[in-house]
């Protein structure tokens, strides 16, 4: 996915509701979730934004995924979709192992990968660069053992007539 979106190239935009994607993402994991006895829950508006949907459910996706993934038994995933006349947010909040300080400025990197992370990097790089072309922002807190809260922000954008 990363190579086709390097590519670059016209994809279809529409309209697409941020919170959809996201309980759909949640409902995608519900059963991997349950195995981990990790709890999943979604709340917010529509948080409509212009773009690639098939993009934006990746970001959620991965994100919750990796919530999930990176959590402690009895644990949860708590996504949350705000928005406001300027934007959207999608928050994805675990309360996993965290990722350490001294991987924060390679998670994004092509590939990185370390036995503590493993996976982490891929979808991550994916995720980031899928933010960059809807003009959004990424921003990561965390706390090793306590949890990790990505914080994503996309400026609304109306689409313009004629245009996909």
Known sequence: RLS????????????????????EAARSLT???????????????????FGVRRLLY????????????YNVPGGSVTVEVAETDRDVT??????????????????????FSTKAAEGRGFG????QNIVVRHDG???????QGAGT???????I???KEGSQ
């Open 4 to 23: 086709q979106l390097a590519e670059g190239g016209a994809l279809p935009h529409e309209q697409v509701s941020v919170l959809e994607l996201a309980q």
């Open 149 to 155: 809260t990505f914080t994503l922000i996309f400026q």
């Open 31 to 49: 059963a991997q979730a349950a195995a981990q006895a990790v709890h999943i829950s979604v709340t917010g508006i529509a948080g409509t934004v």
């Open 58 to 69: 990746e970001i959620a996706r991965n994100l919750c995924e990796n919530a999930v993934k």
């Open 90 to 111: 999608l928050l994805v909040r675990d309360t996993g192992i965290g990722i350490p300080q001294e991987m924060l400025s390679h998670i994004y990197d092509f590939g």
């Open 124 to 127: 991550m790089s994916m995720i």
């Open 137 to 143: 922002t990424i921003d990561v807190d965390t706390e």
């Open 157 to 159: 954008k109306r689409q």
